[in-house]
Antibody, heavy 117, light 110 residues
Framework: EVQLAESGGGLVQPGGSLRLSCVASGFTFSSYWMSWLRQPPGKGLEWVANIKHDGSDKYYVESVRGRFTISKDNGKNSLYLQMNSLRAEDTAVYYC??????????WGQGTLVTVSS | QSALTQPASVSESPGQSITISCTGSSGDVGTYDLVSWYQQYPGKAPKLMIYEVFKRPSGVSSRFSGSKSGNTASLTISGLQAEDEADYYCCSYAASVTYVFGGGTKVTVL
């Protein structure tokens, strides 16, 4: 069974930084592309970033490119999202998910990031 | 990237069928057979229901089916049940390893 557990969310001021983590179990983490997705309170889902199984390629939604960095440590079965220069519009529940056939089959419970002064 | 267009809400009685549309463009839905659908209950993580337009992951009920015509993808739920009341989101690949979601549809079982 795919299990994903995010951590690292919290309250941060505009312009600040935060690092999210996601620990995976129940599957061969090193064989899968992984993703971060987010959902602002009361709103819809948005894809944020993808990383190739070996960490060699990374892709971002335009609104976070240059501010967020996705990374993967296959030795620790862990996925990360470094978020810099945070804005109010980045406020959301952030989910890590396993990428499968251009969909996401396996999601964490999410971690809330609130950007506010 | 523009979001895909879904109806805000759909309502129907138990046992009936509903179809949720998801309209994109030639840059996403119209070009790629890589549309997925997600079910989400309040306060919970999304669950994959359909991938690659019509394929169902193991464990997903056969009452859920997907299709596509031109720039519009559709999710059909047949034999509607109370447990199907949830939000549903479509998503499409949109080139260069990027993805775009629809705004979501709230399904109410009357």
């Amino acid at each position: 069974e795919v299990q994903l557990a995010e951590s690292g969310g919290g309250l941060v001021q505009p312009g600040g930084s935060l690092r999210l983590s996601c620990v995976a179990s129940g599957f061969t983490f090193s064989s899968y592309w992984m993703s971060w997705l987010r959902q602002p309170p009361g709103k819809g889902l948005e894809w944020v970033a993808n990383i190739k199984h070996d960490g060699s390629d990374k892709y971002y939604v335009e609104s976070v490119r240059g501010r967020f960095t996705i990374s993967k440590d296959n030795g620790k079965n862990s996925l990360y999202l470094q978020m810099n220069s945070l804005r109010a519009e980045d406020t959301a529940v952030y989910y890590c998910a396993r990428a499968d056939n251009h969909g996401w089959n396996g999601w964490g419970q999410g971690t809330l990031v609130t950007v506010s002064s | 990237q523009s979001a895909l267009t879904q109806p805000a809400s759909v309502s129907e009685s138990p046992g009936q069928s509903i179809t949720i549309s998801c309209t994109g463009s030639s840059g996403d839905v119209g070009t790629y057979d890589l549309v997925s659908w997600y079910q989400q209950y309040p306060g919970k993580a999304p669950k994959l229901m359909i991938y690659e337009v019509f394929k169902r992951p193991s464990g997903v009920s056969s009452r859920f089916s997907g299709s596509k015509s031109g720039n519009t993808a559709s999710l059909t739920i047949s034999g509607l049940q109370a447990e199907d009341e949830a939000d549903y989101y479509c998503c499409s690949y949109a080139a260069s390893v990027t993805y775009v979601f629809g705004g979501g549809t709230k399904v109410t079982v009357l």
